[in-house]
């Protein structure tokens, strides 16, 4: 198992697919591993150890699920430059997993199940990879969420869980002061004013209130992941996932410190203060692993969003070989095409 286990790694490590698509007539773009990185005003960001440029007016780049191609990583990104075409790393697990283009999507008319019968088909299971301290990854949250709602209401079922990721790994456990921070890591004061100012404008078509002035510090958010962890499987979960995004981007409390997150979260999911602190002291095993699986797998930008209806699914990763992801932002049309190409995969 072992042995397999490395095979596969190995193989999604040097998978890439290309991205070349326009969107509303303006082309993608996404880091390739850690040579290339998503500046604020993208929809996504990426790794904090990826050099990072000024922004650019561009939607989120879409990637999907694919098969291992021969090429590894490093030589990807460089046909890429030398190419003009823009690479982006697979999100997914496995060499079995099935390649889908943003054209296959945009082929299929939005809204369109396309399994005989969803309601009665197996569940779309939705994992969001995602950093509490990423604005893009709470524009996205609150983007699936109406989605969801969407399909809920035509009886279809999909289970969404949160996967965690850090933007900032080596952050000190109590954060940095956010003062300097993003002008210094993107390059430019105006370029952080600038994506400031979509995402309020994108935030509030949502009902989300973003309020960066109140942000004080750029955080480690590993204790929120751990907390979140915990609820893995369970329907609580997306609460509390929402009530520590809105408590960071909406109200500029400290996700570093362990009783603000007891507090916020316990209040979210009803728990007792008590119990969530229980959670927050439990060992790490979990929350570790996650990490770990989204690092093997390649997961190097957030939020990634990957749909999965197939049953034939690999225990440690969770996911099938009809498993297909899209990255970044992405908006409603986006989204929805990806759950029915989920559950077209799954039933192909």
Same mark, same amino acid.
């Given at each position: 198992?072992?042995?397999?286990?490395?095979?596969? /790694?190995?193989?999604?490590?040097?998978?890439?697919?290309?991205?070349?698509?326009?969107?509303?007539?303006? /082309?993608?773009?996404?880091?390739?591993?850690? $040579?290339?990185?998503?500046?604020?005003?993208?929809?996504?960001?990426?790794?904090?150890?990826?050099?990072?440029?000024?922004?650019?007016?561009?939607?989120?780049?879409?990637?999907?699920?694919?098969?291992?191609?021969?090429?590894?990583? /490093?030589?990807?990104?460089?046909?890429?430059?030398?190419?003009?075409?823009?690479? !982006?790393?697979?999100?997914?697990?496995?060499?079995?997993?099935?390649?889908?283009?943003? *054209? $296959?999507?945009?082929?299929?008319?939005?809204?369109?199940?396309?399994?005989?019968?969803?309601?009665?088909?197996?569940?779309?299971?939705?994992?969001?990879?995602?950093?509490?301290?990423?604005?893009?990854?709470?524009?996205?949250?609150?983007?699936?969420?109406?989605?969801?709602?969407?399909?809920?209401?035509?009886?279809?079922? !999909?289970?969404?869980?949160?996967?965690?990721?850090?933007? *900032?790994?080596?952050?000190?456990?109590?954060?940095?002061?956010?003062?300097?921070?993003?002008?210094?890591?993107?390059?430019?004061?105006?370029?952080?004013?600038?994506?400031?100012?979509?995402?309020?404008?994108?935030?509030?078509?949502?009902?989300?209130?973003?309020?960066?002035?109140?942000?004080?510090? /750029?955080? *480690?958010?590993?204790?929120?992941?751990?907390?979140?962890?915990?609820?893995?499987?369970?329907?609580?979960?997306?609460?509390?996932?929402?009530?520590?995004?809105?408590?960071?981007?909406?109200?500029?409390?400290?996700?570093?410190?362990?009783?603000?997150?007891?507090?916020?979260?316990?209040?979210?999911?009803?728990?007792?203060?008590?119990?969530?602190?229980?959670?927050?002291?439990?060992?790490?095993?979990?929350?570790?692993?996650?990490?770990?699986?989204?690092?093997?797998?390649?997961?190097?930008?957030?939020?990634?969003?990957?749909?999965?209806?197939?049953?034939?699914?690999?225990? $440690?990763?969770?996911?099938?070989?009809?498993?297909?992801?899209?990255?970044?932002?992405?908006?409603? $049309?986006?989204?929805?095409?990806?759950?029915?190409?989920?559950?077209?995969?799954?039933?192909?």
């Amino acid at each position: 198992m072992a042995g397999t286990r490395e095979t596969t /790694a190995s193989a999604v490590r040097g998978a890439a697919l290309d991205v070349g698509r326009a969107v509303d007539g303006v /082309a993608l773009g996404v880091a390739a591993g850690a $040579e290339e990185a998503v500046g604020p005003g993208d929809e996504a960001l990426v790794v904090a150890d990826s050099p990072v440029g000024p922004g650019r007016d561009t939607p989120g780049p879409v990637g999907v699920v694919a098969q291992a191609p021969s090429s590894s990583a /490093a030589r990807s990104g460089a046909q890429a430059r030398s190419t003009g075409t823009r690479r !982006i790393p697979c999100s997914g697990m496995g060499p079995r997993l099935v390649a889908a283009s943003r *054209n $296959e999507l945009r082929d299929r008319p939005v809204g369109t199940v396309v399994s005989t019968d969803a309601t009665s088909a197996a569940p779309v299971r939705i994992d969001v990879w995602a950093d509490i301290a990423c604005p893009w990854c709470y524009l996205g949250s609150a983007r699936l969420d109406e989605v969801l709602d969407e399909r809920s209401a035509a009886g279809e079922t !999909i289970v969404v869980r949160h996967r965690p990721f850090e933007l *900032n790994p080596g952050m000190p456990p109590e954060g940095v002061p956010m003062a300097g921070f993003l002008e210094a890591r993107f390059g430019s004061a105006d370029a952080v004013t600038h994506a400031h100012a979509r995402l309020t404008e994108m935030g509030g078509e949502l009902g989300l209130a973003y309020d960066f002035a109140a942000v004080g510090k /750029a955080p *480690n958010t590993r204790l929120a992941h751990h907390v979140l962890q915990t609820y893995d499987g369970d329907a609580r979960q997306h609460a509390a996932v929402r009530a520590l995004y809105r408590a960071y981007f909406e109200q500029g409390l400290d996700v570093t410190d362990a009783a603000t997150i007891v507090s916020v979260v316990a209040a979210a999911t009803g728990e007792p203060v008590d119990a969530v602190q229980a959670r927050l002291d439990s060992p790490t095993d979990a929350v570790d692993a996650a990490f770990a699986l989204g690092r093997e797998i390649g997961v190097s930008a957030v939020p990634t969003f990957v749909a999965d209806a197939g049953t034939d699914v690999d225990p $440690e990763a969770g996911l099938s070989a009809a498993a297909v992801a899209v990255q970044g932002a992405q908006p409603h $049309e986006v989204l929805a095409q990806v759950i029915d190409e989920a559950r077209r995969r799954a039933t192909a």
